[in-house]
């Protein structure tokens, strides 16, 4: 597996000083450590610390306007957006139980244990504005609950949960990465979630926000994915960034198999997220259909290898124009929008680089 440069890993005092390997603690090293000076990796705390500036409440979306577009949907496009609904129904509580049960027991690092607080707080967040889209889009208390239980009822939402839990499941007896095995074990999950769940998953689901938006339709849903799409943002570059830390401590954990697995889990995940597809639009929707989301997502998944240093899988390039302008334009709305409102979200800045 190629090797990429770690911008978030600073070796302690420890490891430069001492000679013998036994004396390094290192990322995945077993335990539970407290101390958070002298601080080993800098660069977690400061994303933490990002990641509070880029505070948001659901209460601050109004999803009033999407109710009346919802009547000028026609039958088409309110099937995409029950399906669309359903998922994000069931997805940020999936990936939040990754956090706790994986993430957070496995990365002994009490600065990287802080983001993951973060984190868990921000998917909590999403949960709450994705309860109530569902409240406001399906007054009916039965189609609520048809949509909360999309991961047992509708077979290619349920294709996409099975797949998040093999990776959860994999790691779901391990009580400490004791072995190489298990800590390649603790990788791939690390990786499905940021390269596969977050990082292609939701940027699927995305798109179809963005589509409705570009015809000027469901500015709520897309006001609220705005910050969704940042957070989920945020959240995968930690996860690569904890990747890259774990490589260079450990570079012999990412051999030709690793890189083998992860290509074949991603393209597991653009065929899981193409039968959602197919789902979603049927033969074909004005702007967005099976073949255009194949295009995109196959350009994602290369995104995600690349950010891996792996070779890219499709040479498929985005044909979303709509998605192209979401990094620059939303981006700056939001920080000049809270200007005068919250203090707390006026420093920093935040990149997507090219993730679209």
Same mark, same amino acid.
């Given at each position: 597996m190629t090797s990429h440069p770690s911008p978030d890993h600073r070796p302690s005092s420890t490891a430069q000083s001492a000679d013998n390997h036994v004396d390094r603690k290192m990322l995945l090293d077993p335990g539970f450590e407290l101390t958070l000076r002298p601080m080993r990796y800098p660069s977690f705390y400061d994303r933490y610390r990002d990641a509070i500036k880029n505070t948001w409440t659901v209460e601050e979306v109004d999803l009033h306007s999407d109710v009346a577009d919802l009547a000028k949907l026609s039958e088409g496009e309110r099937h995409?957006?029950?399906?669309?609904?359903?998922?994000?129904?069931?997805?940020?509580?999936?990936?939040?139980?990754?956090?706790?049960?994986?993430?957070?027991?496995?990365i002994n690092s009490p600065e990287a244990r802080l983001y993951l607080s973060r984190q868990l707080f921000e998917e909590a967040v999403h949960v709450q504005f994705y309860l109530t889209l569902?409240?406001?889009?399906?007054?009916?208390?039965?189609?609520?609950?048809? /949509? %909360? !239980?999309? #991961?047992?009822?509708?077979? +290619?939402?349920?294709?996409?949960?099975?797949?998040?839990?093999?990776?959860m499941n994999a790691v779901d007896h391990i009580d400490s990465l004791q072995s190489k095995e298990d800590r390649r074990a603790f990788l791939l999950n690390l990786?499905?979630?940021?390269?596969?769940?977050?990082?292609?998953?939701?940027?699927? /689901? %995305? !798109?179809? #926000?963005?589509?409705?938006? +570009?015809?000027?339709?469901?500015?709520?849903?897309?006001?609220?994915?705005?910050?969704?799409f940042r957070d989920e943002s945020m959240h995968m570059d930690f996860?690569?960034?904890?990747?890259?830390?774990?490589?260079?401590?450990?570079?012999?954990?990412?051999?030709?198999?690793m890189a083998k697995q992860v290509t074949e889990m991603l393209e597991e995940?653009?065929?899981?997220?193409?039968?959602?597809?197919?789902?979603?639009?049927?033969?074909?929707?004005?702007?967005?259909?099976?073949?255009?989301?194949?295009?995109?997502?196959?350009?994602?998944?290369?995104?995600?290898?690349?950010r891996l240093g792996l070779p890219i899988r499709y040479g498929s390039t985005n044909p979303f124009g709509f998605m192209e302008l979401q990094n620059v334009q939303e981006?700056?709305?939001f920080f000049e929008r809270r200007v005068s409102a919250y203090q707390v979200a006026v420093e920093g800045t935040v990149s997507f680089d090219d993730d679209f």
């Open positions: 995409l957006i029950g399906r669309l609904v359903a998922f994000f129904a069931t997805g940020d509580s999936i990936v939040a139980n990754n956090v706790v049960l994986s993430l957070y027991k496995h569902l409240d406001t889009y399906l007054p009916d208390p039965d189609d609520r609950a048809a /949509a %909360f !239980a999309a #991961v047992e009822n509708i077979p +290619s939402i349920h294709q996409k949960a099975q797949f998040c839990f093999k990776y990786i499905c979630f940021a390269a596969c769940v977050e990082g292609l998953f939701f940027y699927g /689901a %995305f !798109a179809y #926000v963005y589509w409705f938006r +570009s015809r000027g339709l469901l500015h709520g849903l897309a006001t609220g994915t705005n910050w969704v996860a690569f960034s904890v990747v890259d830390t774990v490589r260079e401590e450990e570079p012999d954990l990412f051999d030709d198999e995940a653009v065929e899981a997220e193409l039968q959602f597809a197919q789902d979603l639009c049927g033969d074909g929707l004005p702007g967005m259909n099976t073949e255009s989301m194949r295009q995109y997502l196959e350009a994602v998944a290369d995104q995600r290898l690349a981006l700056t709305n």
